[in-house]
């Protein structure tokens, strides 16, 4: 992947798995079992998610790098 979007990855308790999100890319979330699953699963739901954006004409936004949070 070209772009270099920051993933915030935590363990869910209620779910029972491991949770990845791109904050930049609203609704671009994975979930698995294990660290390597769900870095795998997120790589790959960001690609789907900029493919079906680009086909509905939405503006993808470039990566900031990391974002800060308070």
């Known amino acids: 992947m070209d772009a270099k979007y920051e993933v915030v990855i935590w363990?869910?308790?209620?779910?029972?798995?491991?949770?990845?999100?791109?904050?930049?890319?609203?609704?671009?979330?994975a979930d698995e079992e294990s660290l390597p699953e769900v870095a795998a699963a997120i790589?790959?739901?960001?690609?789907?998610?900029?493919d079906v954006n680009k086909k509905r004409g939405i503006v993808i936004p470039e990566p900031k790098g990391r974002l800060m949070y308070a």
């Open 11 to 29: 363990w869910s308790k209620e779910d029972d798995c491991y949770l990845a999100e791109v904050p930049e890319l609203p609704g671009c979330i």
């Open 43 to 50: 790589e790959e739901e960001i690609k789907l998610w900029i």
